[in-house]
C-alpha cells in the first residue's frame, strides 16, 4: 500500500508535523510529538539538468509531448517536482528540434508546464579539446555568437533559462552578457579556462559552474586550474552530481564545506538510460554508450562518463552518506537553492522522503497544488 501519513520533520525548521496524503491533497499539520527519525518534509526538488529519464529522451526532436509527460511522472516519482529539459551538442538543427519538442510538451500538456519553468542548453559553445569536451560530439562544437544563441532561442519560444558555455571560446565573453541582459543564467562547463578567462566570465554575468569537477581534463595543475578557481570564486554557485560515479567522496566533502547549502545545487545529470537495465546503448547523448552494473554511464570503451543513471534521490543520498552533509542541508541544495538560481517563485511544491544511511526513499510530492504518493 502506498504511503498514507506520518510524523515528519518539516524543513527548514525542524518542527514536527503529521503529514498526510488526502486524494490528491497533501496535509500538514502542527504535531506536538516526536517525528519519525528519517521522515522529512520540505520545499519540492529542482533539477537543473535532466538530458532524458526513463527511457525519454530530450535529445531526440521524435520524442512526444506524451513522452515529456511520462517522464514529467518518473522523476515526480523520485522527488522531483520541477526541472530543465537538457539539450547537448549536436548539429544545430537538431538541437533546434529539440528545442522546439520540449516547447510542444509545454504548450499541449499540463503536468509537463507545470514541472518544466524552462530549457537548459548545454553547448554548442564548449571547449573542443578532450576531456574538457566530455560526451558532447566534437564535430559540433563551435565558437560562441549572439545569432546562433539567438536563432536557438527563438525555436525555444524564448524558454532557454539556462545557458552552459566554455569562457574561452571565442565570442564566449559577448555572449555571456548578451545573454544575462535577457535573463538568462549562465554557467561555465566543459572548460579547461584559465583563472582570468574565469574572472571575466564571472564579471560578464556567469553565475554557475555546471557539474563542476567533471566536464574538466583527467591531468590538471596542481593549484592554478579550472576547478581551484571555479570552486574558489564567491560569486560563482556550483552544480554538481554526486551520484558516487563522477566525483569521489573527498571532493563532494571538499564541494559541499566551500560552497556550503547556499551555493552549491545537486543535480542528476540523468539521461534516458537511468532506470535502464546494464548493457551498450546507441543514444543521442554521446553515442554508443554503456551502462555498467555498478550504475556507472561511460562513452563505450573509454573512461569518460556520458552522464548519469542516477537520481537526485541518489545525489541527496551520497550528500548525506558519503559526504557528510546535514539532511537539512542536502534538501536546500535540491530544492531553495536551485529555485533562487533560476529566479522561480514558491508555489508550495514539496517532496517527503525518508533519508537515512541506508538511501533515500521518496514516499509522495505535491506539484502546482496536486499531490500523489510515489
Known sequence: MAWLQGLARRLPDGVPVDVGLEGDRLRLAPHDGAAERDLWVGPGWVDVQVNGFAGVDANDPATSPAGFARMTTALRSHGVTRYLPTVITAELPRMAACLRAAVRAIESEGDVADAVPGLHLEGPFLSPADGARGAHPAAFVRPADTATFDDLQAAAGGRIRLLTLAP????????????????????????????ATIAAA?????????????????????????????????????????????????????????????????????????????????????????????????????????????????????????????????????????????????????????????????????????????
Open 168 to 195: 574561452e571560446v571565442p565570442g564566449a565573453l559577448a555572449l555571456i552578457a548578451h545573454a544575462a541582459r535577457q535573463g538568462v543564467v549562465v554557467a561555465l562547463g566543459h572548460t579547461n579556462a584559465d583563472a
Open 202 to 374: 564571472v564579471d560578464a554575468g556567469a553565475r554557475l559552474s555546471t557539474h563542476l569537477g567533471n566536464g574538466t581534463p583527467a591531468l590538471l595543475p596542481r593549484h592554478d586550474n579550472v576547478i581551484w578557481t571555479q570552486l574558489g570564486e564567491p560569486r560563482l554557485t556550483a552544480s554538481a552530481i554526486f551520484d558516487g560515479h563522477h566525483l569521489p567522496p573527498a571532493v563532494m566533502r571538499v564541494f559541499a564545506a566551500v560552497k556550503g547549502p547556499e551555493r552549491l545545487v545537486l543535480t542528476s545529470d540523468a539521461v534516458a538510460l537511468a532506470g535502464m537495465p546494464p548493457g551498450v546503448y546507441r543514444t543521442p547523448v554521446g553515442g554508443e554508450v554503456e551502462l555498467h552494473a555498478s550504475g556507472r554511464l561511460t562513452l563505450r570503451g573509454t573512461p569518460y562518463l556520458a552522464g548519469s543513471a542516477s537520481s537526485l534521490a541518489d545525489g541527496v543520498a551520497h550528500a548525506v552518506r558519503e559526504a557528510g552533509v546535514a539532511v537539512a542541508d542536502a534538501w536546500a541544495m535540491v530544492s531553495t537553492t536551485p529555485s533562487r538560481l533560476l529566479g522561480l517563485a514558491d508555489r508550495g511544491d514539496l517532496t517527503v522522503a525518508r533519508v537515512s544511511a541506508d538511501g533515500v526513499t521518496v514516499l509522495a510530492t505535491r506539484a502546482a497544488g496536486r499531490a500523489a504518493a510515489t
